[in-house]
């Protein structure tokens, strides 16, 4: 039987759902992967102050913290939440078309804010169909997401290779193309329909906090939050430093790419360490792993020495994820678990803002140094992570894999 016109049936999954959405997947990542460690040096070629590129970095993360959301509930309440995916792609390619005219700051800083309000969105929404697809017929999200990963990894080492033959030239139509493929990707996503719950972006609007309001998952939440925002000087002036420092494009790539790859790893083994190491065992190491990472960073490595510690990155962020979404769905309530998700995305994108944006700061006043900041920003996120756990209820004190009821 067919849906009435106009209607998406439900009933079962539409064809080829799972390669449809890792496609999708895809595309935003291999924006990310030019974006993330190559904007910054491209930004530093039209000779920029480092406050300035801080500046242009975190005005946009602070401004999708809250734009984001909105875009999450136009998602949620439109036909079809595939349909403001083709928006935000188009939107975010217009933007990118525009910066390859613009070399001064203040219309860098309006354009690259713009489009991180237009594409914020485009992320978080091909999550909420792929986990859409997770509840209603039982797909695998992690087969789903890695190919994202993947092709974040192809599109950095990619971008390290044209690096060191055009040098920052290439970052803007690199991302540019990009840009294209998630229009493209946009028009394959599966239609499923209007959602049966909020995606978590738009919660942050729609939904009271709720159970996240307990002191311990408060706690826990901006401690992780900081411990994120700790990297904030890396994302920001790492690939300027290494350049600097001599590396070339390839291995700048190869040193973000195997970052990745670590996270990867710990998440595909994530299930089988969970029997072993409670979920606190695995954000209080990764806390503590962050503050030795930025401890060690200042000193000079080496290739081989840097890249050992890239390795350390499925702790300093893989760990501390999987502690923190499954100590939510331990004390939240699953009525209230969208809302929860939605203030750690709030938290998360504000101290990456804060950091980022001081980050231009230390960065012209320290250099690399500045770095030993970022371990007291991870530090004061492991306080709160152990306050955290000291204030939780001591039925689930001992480990992270009881249950609570709800």
Known sequence: MHAPHGLVATAGPPRHFVLRIAIVFCAPMLVNGIALPFFPVWLSTLSMTDWEIGLVLAVPMVIRVFTAPIAGVIADRIGDRASV????????????????????????????????????????????????GVRRWNFDYSRMRFWGSLAFIVSTMIGGWLSGIFGGAMVLPAMTVGFVTTVFTAFIAPRIGKPRRPSPISALVVAPTGSSGQMDVQLMMIGAALVNGSHGMFYAFIAILWGAAGYSGTEI????????AAEIVFFI?????????????????????AIFRWVAFPHDLGFAGYFALQCLHAFTFASIHVGVQGRIIERVAEEKEASTQGLYFFYNGIFMALTTF?????????????????????????????????????????????????
């Open 85 to 132: 995916l083709v928006w935000s792609g188009t939107m975010s390619l217009a933007t990118a078309v525009a910066l390859l005219f613009t070399e001064s700051f203040w219309p860098v800083l309006v354009l690259y804010t713009l489009q991180g309000i237009v594409y914020a969105p485009y992320l978080p929404i091909t999550d909420a169909i792929a986990l859409s």
């Open 253 to 260: 790539g190869l040193l973000f790419s195997v970052g990745v």
């Open 358 to 406: 001081l980050s231009g700061y230390l960065f012209a006043w320290y250099g690399i140094d500045g770095f030993y900041a970022m371990s007291v920003v991870a530090a004061l996120g492991l306080a709160l992570v152990l306050l955290a756990r000291s204030r939780q209820p001591q039925r689930l004190a001992s480990g992270g894999n009881t249950r609570e009821s709800s």
């Open 269 to 289: 083994l994530s299930a089988r360490l969970n029997r072993t190491f409670s979920l606190w065992t695995m954000i209080v190491f990764g806390s503590a792993v």
